[in-house]
């Protein structure tokens, strides 16, 4: 991962959106951090860059517009987009419809700081341009 870069993250707990900027600030301090707090303020920024995100994380369980009804919308837009899945479902239906959605990779959010870290830090370590995601690399495993 690269200094300077843009990640976006469209979640509704504003403790897991500070979580996710001290984790991303540990990681690399040059990484900018955009968050949002549901798929309205996400799609608005979308539309009107810059910043323009490198990487998006987004959260499924949100009030109003789910993470999968914005993961649909941006795939409308924009196929190229990496859209990472970072949720505390873990269920195989709802990693299931992420990847048949667009989703890019998906990551369970765990509930021990250390390995919420580790997997933010894989996440953002992924080569975007060259990654394919199949059957046996879509889900984060810890």
């Known amino acids: 991962m690269k200094s300077g870069l843009t990640i976006f993250y469209t979640d509704d707990d504003q ?5 996710f900027k001290e984790i991303v600030d540990m990681i690399d ?3 900018i951090v955009v968050t949002q707090k549901n ?3 996400l799609i608005d920024a979308l539309n009107n ?3 323009h995100p490198h990487v998006l ?4 369980n949100m009030p109003g517009m789910t993470g999968f009804d914005i ?4 795939r409308q837009s924009d196929k190229k987009l990496p859209i990472v899945m970072f949720s505390t479902s873990g269920d195989e239906q709802t990693i299931k419809r992420s990847r048949e959605l667009g989703a890019s990779y998906y990551v369970p959010k765990s509930g021990v700081f250390e390995q919420l870290k580790k997997s ?3 996440a953002l370590g992924i080569n975007w341009g060259s990654f394919v995601p199949t059957d046996k690399n879509f889900v984060y495993c810890y």
């Open 15 to 19: 403790d897991d959106l500070d979580f």
């Open 29 to 31: 301090a040059g990484v």
């Open 39 to 41: 798929g309205n303020q």
């Open 49 to 51: 860059p810059p910043p």
């Open 57 to 60: 994380f987004l959260d499924i």
């Open 71 to 74: 993961l649909k919308k941006v």
């Open 120 to 122: 933010i830090e894989y």
